[in-house]
């Protein structure tokens, strides 16, 4: 596996009825997950940090990173929007070119079997975004960008579905989707579903939140679809829902380079002084770091 599929990046998918500037955004979205080895954590976030600094001085791929808070210990994920299946290559292409002229392309591809030898497993997936499932979504392009910019933490949760019963889960969605937008105190909760790189009917909700007090207080499932409702959703997750799989990521500003829209909205945190810094001198890859101090100092 090449490292530029590695560093895919923007957080998790999008909802229902969304406006069309919304939907520019990108129809799917292509996560890398990896899990990194204890010992090699460090020398892992050290090439990740090279790889941003390359594809942000030469126009390469965009991506959000995030390292899990609460799941399995040191697991990050790399989330990329996509407008369709054509424009993989193209940002691959751009990634590697800008990797290139970085470093050469020897030093280059070395940096990549690094980054590789750093994890322990890894996988890739393609989701579409399911946005007749999700609720609330911001209602342009710029509003999309600032709830972007402002979330600090993403609760992803897998939810894999029976054999045969996407249909009842679909339409369970649909029914939850519309008592929560009725819902003042609800939040936006995006719904992808795995496309590529899955087993079996995998979708994903995911809400994102500026902070850990974010998720305090907010309308349970049946505050919001009432007793009967409520029934009828235990009956169908039981009947529909195989397992589930929840992590709550936290976001990685300094292994992340987000669109320029989303890095605006919060400058200080999406663009690390010391990474500005570093982007003002181009180093080659094998060029050892001084110390502590090289990100401050090129």
């Not at 020897?106 to 989701?127: F, H, I, P, Y």
């Not at 499932?221 to 009828?232: M, Q, S, V």
């Amino acid at each position: 596996m090449s490292f530029r599929k590695a560093l895919w990046a923007l957080i998790v998918v999008v909802c229902l009825a969304a406006p069309v500037a919304v939907r520019a955004q990108g129809d799917y979205l292509d996560v890398f997950i990896a899990k990194v080895k204890p010992e090699k954590v460090a020398d892992f976030q050290a090439l990740t940090k090279k790889w941003v600094d390359a594809n942000r001085r030469f126009n390469g791929d965009r991506w959000l990173a995030s390292e899990a808070v609460y799941g399995e210990g040191n697991v990050y994920q790399f989330t990329s929007t996509r407008k369709d299946y054509a424009e993989i290559d193209k940002v691959n292409e751009a990634g590697m070119l800008a990797a290139n002229k970085a470093f050469g392309k020897d030093a280059a591809q070395k940096m990549g079997q690094d980054w590789m030898n750093c994890l322990v497993w890894s996988r890739t997936e393609l989701r579409h975004r399911r946005w007749d499932l999700s609720r609330k979504a911001p209602k342009d392009a710029e509003a999309y960008a600032k709830f972007i910019g402002e979330s600090r933490l993403l609760r992803s949760t897998a939810v894999h579905i029976r054999p045969g019963r996407v249909a009842d889960f679909e339409a369970l969605m649909k029914d939850v989707k519309e008592a929560g937008e009725k819902n003042p105190d609800t939040a936006p909760v995006f719904v992808s579903q795995v496309v590529e790189g899955g087993k079996g009917a995998t979708f994903y909700l995911s809400t994102l939140r500026s902070s850990m007090g974010g998720f305090d207080h907010n309308p349970t499932a049946k505050e919001i679809l009432g007793d009967e409702g409520f029934k009828k959703l235990q009956q169908i997750v039981a009947e529909t829902y195989e397992t589930t799989e929840s992590t709550l990521y936290r976001f990685v500003p300094e292994l992340s380079n987000p669109p320029d829209d989303v890095a605006k909205v919060a400058s200080d945190f999406w663009r690390p002084k010391a990474l500005v810094v570093a982007a003002a001198k181009p180093r080659t890859a094998m060029e050892p770091d001084a110390a502590k101090e090289a990100p401050k100092k090129p």
